[in-house]
């Protein structure tokens, strides 16, 4: 079990900056990958950025260049830094954390966190 909260998200200019943080807790050595994604009323949700065990990163191309996705070595926390924010970035957005057990694989979500771009 991974319980997932995420913290953050307000309401922010055009242009401006916000900082995403998740902190896992429970079974953090499961984790394989951790992500971020989000949600917007009436479509589904869709992958913004992850993060592997390795490190290895992948980004939506809509926020590539401003969007960064890190964490720390113990996969306690989950970040993702935006900038220069658009309204269309305005969405409740998850954090993601994609686990193994015996060869079961299994995701956990957090509640979500909600960010809204808007002058």
């Not at 055009?14 to 951790?34: E, F, H, Q």
């Not at 401003?66 to 113990?74: E, L, Q």
Request: with cysteine.
């Amino acid at each position: 079990q991974v319980e997932l909260v995420e913290s953050g998200g307000g309401l922010v200019q055009p242009g401006g900056s916000l900082k995403l943080s998740c902190i896992a807790s429970g079974s953090v050595y499961r984790i394989k990958g951790m992500g971020w994604y989000r949600q917007v009323p009436g479509k589904q949700r869709e992958l913004v950025a992850s993060i592997s065990n390795g490190g290895a990163t992948n980004y939506v191309d809509s926020v590539k260049g401003r969007f960064t996705i890190s964490r720390d070595a113990a996969w306690n926390t989950l970040y993702l830094q935006m900038n220069n924010l658009k309204p269309e970035d305005s969405a409740v957005y998850y954090c993601n954390a994609d686990t193994e057990r015996h060869g079961v694989r299994r995701a956990y979500w957090g509640q979500g966190t909600q960010v809204t771009v808007s002058s």
